[in-house]
């Protein structure tokens, strides 16, 4: 059965017309899912009594549940979620001062097969509905019974893969008469998929966007993002900056820093030269071990403080993002429904 959280707003009121419903009661509708967290038909006592039941007759409401979850020592919270054709998807909250920040999923699994990440690894099993991405949003804030601030599209799968399902579970999510986080603090976060960056431009959409750049040299991200061979950087950095002078907003890159593969001068140089071409923000990111990721090393502090100062004095911003929840491994390329499940059965 189809879910009722896959639909934005004007689609809602299409539903309740067509059921003889009233335009009120699909605002009715609406509030009582994404404002008072409400999602069984039965318990909305302000909808006509015929509604409500042509509602259960038609549609399911959350299209995931909770199998078990994780906490860091941090207060990040992993949790694993069951989908209805048991395909397993993670997604991360990161309690941060007055921000709770949603990590979702957008696929289960993903195709493109980074060499450093836990998601790649497992293979691709499906794309996600939006019913299913806003279902995350849904179920972690009644988890935590605290209200979703922050959303980022940079759990499990390509987000610009599942492109209309993504644009809209964010469009659901960001509506003001409902969950209503705002577009700003809303990040969709690519490898660098030119296709769908390239429909994100025409159709001016204005969710932030963030890059996973890890290595400023197509010979070297070939190796160690296979996706790279069909979408290459020089043809990547003038659609990003097609974006940025369009969008008028700044690009963030995304750097997980590897010893000995993407850390020395050479490559800060480099990166350098890529990012004064448009308007930019890097995030220097901690590496994150797992089982799967022998083959990539942390760097020591010494050598983070060392390639975080060959930035000094540029005019771009650079931050270390602080590392989160590694001792659950829900950070950074560390997650895999699959091994979770695998490890529950
Ligand atoms: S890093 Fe992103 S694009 Fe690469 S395999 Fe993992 S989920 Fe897919």
């Not at 949603?102 to 450093?116: I, P």
């Given at each position: 059965?189809?879910s009722?959280?896959?639909?934005?707003?004007?689609?809602?009121?299409g539903i309740?017309?067509?059921?003889?419903?009233?335009?009120?009661?699909?605002?009715?509708?609406?509030?009582?899912?994404?404002?008072?967290?409400?999602?069984?038909?039965?318990?909305?006592?302000?909808?006509?009594?015929?509604?409500?039941?042509?509602?259960?007759?038609?549609?399911s409401?959350?299209?995931?549940?909770?199998?078990?979850?994780?906490?860091?020592?941090?207060?990040?919270?992993?949790?694993?979620?069951k989908?209805?054709?048991?395909?397993?998807?993670?997604c991360v909250?990161?309690?941060?001062?007055e921000?709770?920040?949603?990590?979702?999923?957008?696929?289960?699994?993903?195709?493109?097969?980074?060499?450093?990440?836990?998601?790649?690894?497992?293979?691709?099993?499906?794309?996600?509905?939006?019913?299913?991405?806003?279902?995350?949003?849904?179920?972690?804030?009644?988890?935590?019974?605290?209200?979703?601030?922050?959303?980022?599209?940079?759990?499990?799968?390509?987000?610009?893969?599942?492109?209309?399902?993504?644009i809209?579970?964010?469009?659901?999510?960001?509506?003001?008469?409902?969950?209503a986080?705002?577009?700003?603090?809303?990040t969709?976060?690519?490898f660098?998929?030119?296709?769908?960056?390239?429909?994100?431009t025409?159709?001016?959409?204005?969710?932030?966007?963030?890059?996973?750049?890890?290595?400023?040299?197509?010979?070297?991200?070939?190796?160690?993002?296979?996706?790279?061979?069909?979408?290459?950087?020089?043809?990547?950095?003038?659609?990003?900056?097609?974006?940025?002078?369009?969008?008028?907003?700044?690009?963030?890159?995304?750097?997980?820093?590897?010893?000995?593969?993407?850390?020395?001068?050479?490559?800060?140089?480099?990166?350098?030269?890529?990012?004064?071409?448009?308007?930019?923000?890097?995030?220097?990111?901690?590496?994150?071990?797992?089982?799967?990721?022998?083959?990539?090393?942390?760097?020591?502090?010494?050598?983070?403080?060392?390639?975080?100062?060959?930035?000094?004095?540029?005019?771009?911003?650079?931050?270390?993002?602080?590392s989160?929840?590694?001792?659950?491994?829900?950070?950074?390329?560390?997650?895999?429904?699959?091994?979770l499940?695998?490890?529950?059965?």
């Amino acid at each position: 059965m189809e879910s009722i959280l896959g639909f934005r707003y004007g689609e809602l009121c299409g539903i309740v017309e067509d059921a003889g419903g009233k335009k009120y009661s699909a605002k009715q509708l609406w509030s009582w899912l994404y404002k008072k967290s409400v999602t069984d038909f039965a318990l909305m006592s302000d909808l006509p009594a015929d509604l409500r039941s042509y509602l259960s007759s038609r549609f399911s409401t959350i299209p995931l549940k909770v199998e078990t979850s994780q906490k860091s020592s941090d207060g990040t919270v992993k949790l694993l979620l069951k989908l209805y054709d048991s395909n397993f998807i993670e997604c991360v909250i990161i309690p941060e001062k007055e921000r709770l920040t949603l990590c979702v999923s957008s696929q289960a699994g993903c195709r493109f097969n980074c060499a450093f990440c836990a998601t790649g690894k497992a293979g691709f099993k499906r794309n996600l509905s939006a019913s299913e991405i806003v279902g995350q949003v849904l179920t972690a804030s009644d988890f935590l019974c605290k209200k979703i601030t922050n959303i980022v599209y940079m759990g499990m799968g390509e987000p610009f893969d599942n492109y209309d399902e993504v644009i809209k579970s964010a469009d659901i999510i960001s509506d003001d008469s409902g969950l209503a986080v705002g577009k700003r603090k809303i990040t969709i976060s690519t490898f660098g998929h030119i296709d769908g960056l390239k429909r994100y431009t025409e159709e001016d959409i204005r969710y932030k966007l963030a890059i996973s750049l890890h290595n400023p040299f197509d010979s070297e991200r070939d190796l160690i993002m296979p996706a790279n061979r069909k979408y290459s950087l020089k043809e990547l950095f003038p659609v990003l900056k097609s974006y940025a002078k369009k969008s008028n907003r700044k690009v963030v890159f995304e750097y997980i820093l590897m010893k000995g593969v993407n850390d020395t001068e050479k490559h800060a140089s480099e990166l350098i030269r890529l990012l004064r071409t448009l308007p930019s923000k890097l995030n220097l990111i901690r590496f994150h071990r797992g089982s799967e990721n022998d083959r990539f090393r942390p760097l020591t502090e010494e050598s983070s403080v060392r390639f975080y100062n060959y930035f000094r004095g540029e005019d771009f911003p650079v931050v270390f993002r602080t590392s989160r929840g590694e001792d659950i491994a829900a950070a950074c390329g560390q997650l895999s429904a699959e091994r979770l499940s695998e490890v529950m059965n």
